[in-house]
Structure formats: structure tokens, C-alpha cells
């Protein structure tokens, strides 16, 4: 018997990778901090659940529509406005089971076999993947950490070619927390101006981690919106990871695909959850602001006790709940007589000499650097680092 040759087309997520041996070491008795989830440590607040216990009493348990509850989509162009002047109507919303499904529903809708699609690195894990898995090309632009690992328009322009179909980012960026300035973005529009056959797909949901000011999405720009498709959803700024929902707003013709291709596989999202989401969406925002103040009293902290480590070299981030830092120092260093050869080795080494769960940068491909996450409690994170600087102190 033999499985689909779709299966070597694309690799096990390296995040859910280390997460999984960090478990695994744990139950073997290991104190082990994990540092490479990247899941807010916060419960969703009170007001989100009682809307959740509210649906099941008022026995939301049957199939919801594809594309989700009217009101539910409404509510999603509500938020739109309110927060980024953006003009939707409920028909350019779709909401699916969690953010990584509704990437997953955009690449399979625009990409053809043999499609390019360019992807500024450092990205997430998950957007190189899913474009292998439908038969597309990544083609990886390289950034700098000089430029906090933004693309700039010279670099767009040199990776276009008569087979790009689709640009894919992320701001705030998962693995750097890069946020992309309203200039910087419009620096991006004007090339994208030039090449009308280009889709845009900007995955904005670390949208409320935001250290630097306003959130600026690049479909404000109204004579770009129509290929843009903006990805978000519930699990980080409102701390709904479990409950699975994230959505696309896009022009009527790409949300229809999408519901197409979801409605064969996995139809509505789940009932109470889309119920649940209308109050995250419309209601108080003060949770997820006292959230953000704590991520941004953490990062000041990882930053300070990073950046006491010899060697280390690291960009400050304006986003998400990420530090990514330059880890080249140690390359070729010895753990007794095992060297360290790069970023994979030196977070198994921390994971097996420090009991900290980081993540290979090489997985978001930037091998010089490692992902270590600070969503998770001040009292964790300064353990977990002083592990760190202790163990990179015993390599020779």
C-alpha cells in the first residue's frame, strides 16, 4: 500500500514540531518552558464566553452557512471600518475554520500548477507549504535584518516575472514582528501598480499586537483592493486559539471560490464560535488592549536579558509576540564533543540542555536566527532566558 506522493510535497510545521518534543520531554519529568507556540497565555475574556454559553443555550448546533452568519460577516466589516477605514460589504466576507484554513482556501483558489508566488523571508511556516502542496512555486526574497526584514519595492520588482500570480506577507510579521509603515506600504503599491495581474494576500492577524502606533493594511489603497485579499481572524488579538475561526475580506469573485472549495471540505465553520465572534467583534476592546500593554512590558523585558547574552544580535519588533534574533555566534560551537552546526542544533540543544522550547529560524527561512516567542508570563520568561545565557555559556 502507498500513500499520495502530495504527502513529500511539503514538511511537518517545525513550530508544532518543537511543541510536540517540548511535550514529549515533559513527560518524561523535564521542567520544560515553551517558548515556540505562538498562543497568547490569556484566556478569552468573559464577556466573549458568556456569548459562547449564550449560543449553546439558544441551541446554535445546527449547520451554519458556509460563508458564516450574516451577522457574523457583517460584524467583521464593522470591525473593518471602525479600526481600518476599510469599505467591505457582508458578500466580501468569509469566514472559515481559523486562519490557516482561510490561507489554505485563497492559494488554492489563485494558484495554478507552475504559478509563482513571492514570499519575503523571514515568513510563516505555513504560507510556503500550502503553495508546494497546490502545485505552485515559492519563490523566497531574502531580506535583511537591516531593514527589520521588511521587502522593499527594488527587491518586489527583481523577483516578478510573467508567472507571478500572487505576493504573500504578513505585518506584523510572524517570525520577526515586523510592521510595515504606511509608506513603506505604499512603496510596495506602486509597484504592484505596475503589474495588474498580481493578487496581494496580507495576512494581518497579529493586527492588535502592535508595539509602533496604528495598524496600516495595504488595501487601503482603493485602486489595489480589488486583488487584495486581507487575512485575519480571532485567535491573537481576542485570545480564542481553541475556538478556530479566522476570515478573508476580498473581492466577491475570490470569496466565492473560497466558499466553494470550503463547502467541500469543510462547510461552516463551528456554530457557536461564529456566535461567540460577533460580540469579539463589535464589543469591548479593553482585554485586548490590557493584552497588548502586558506583550509590550514583556518584549522590553526579553529584549533587555537578550541582548545581555554575548553575540547575540537581534531587531527590536514592532509586532506580534515574537523576538527572532541573529544566533550566528554559535555556529560551530561545541557541546562537549558534539559541535553545533546551526540554528537546528542549537535549539535542540536548548531544548535538551536548557529545557526551552525555541524554533529553527530556518523553518521561516532565515537560518541565521531562532523564533522564541514571549507569550507566555513574565515569571517564565526571565527562567527561561537565564537558562539560556546559562547553557550558550558552556559552549567551547
Known sequence: MQLSSRLQLFAEPETLKMAKLGRELRAQGADVIDLS??????????HIKIAL???????????????????????????????????????NI?????AKQSLANVVMAIVDKGDEVIIPTPYWVTYSEIVKLNEGNPVMVRTSIDNKYKITPEQLEAAITPK?????????????????????????????????????????????INFVGRHESI?????????????????????????????IAANTDVVKACEKLQGQFTSGANAVTQRAAIVA????????HDMNREFTRRRARMLELLNAIPGIICAEPDGAFYVFPVVTAYFGKKDGETILHDADDICMYLLNNAHVSTVTGRAFGEPNCIRIS?????????????????????LK
Open 53 to 91: 454559553k449564550k449560543a449553546v443555550d439558544e441551541n446554535f448546533s445546527h449547520y451554519p452557512p458556509v460563508a458564516g452568519y450574516p451577522e457574523l460577516r457583517q460584524a467583521a466589516c464593522d470591525k473593518l471600518k471602525r479600526d481600518n477605514d476599510l469599505d467591505y460589504k457582508p458578500e
Open 281 to 288: 467583534l463589535t464589543g469591548d476592546m479593553t482585554p485586548t
Open 164 to 208: 507571478t500570480k500572487l505576493f504573500m506577507f504578513s505585518s506584523p510579521c510572524n517570525p520577526s514582528g515586523s510592521v510595515y509603515s504606511l509608506s513603506e506600504l505604499q512603496g510596495l503599491a506602486e509597484i504592484f501598480r505596475k503589474y495588474p495581474d498580481i493578487f496581494i494576500l496580507s495576512d494581518e492577524i497579529y493586527e492588535y
Open 219 to 247: 488595501a487601503q489603497f482603493s485602486d489595489l483592493k480589488d486583488r487584495i485579499v486581507i487575512i485575519n481572524g480571532l485567535s491573537k488579538g481576542y485570545a480564542m486559539t481553541g475556538y478556530r475561526l479566522g476570515y
Open 374 to 394: 514571549f507569550a507566555n508570563s513574565m515569571e517564565k520568561i526571565e527562567s527561561a532566558m537565564s537558562r539560556i545565557s546559562a547553557a550558550l555559556g558552556k
Open 37 to 46: 507556540l505562538g498562543e497568547p497565555d490569556f484566556d478569552t475574556p468573559d
Open 94 to 98: 468569509l469566514f472559515s475554520t481559523g
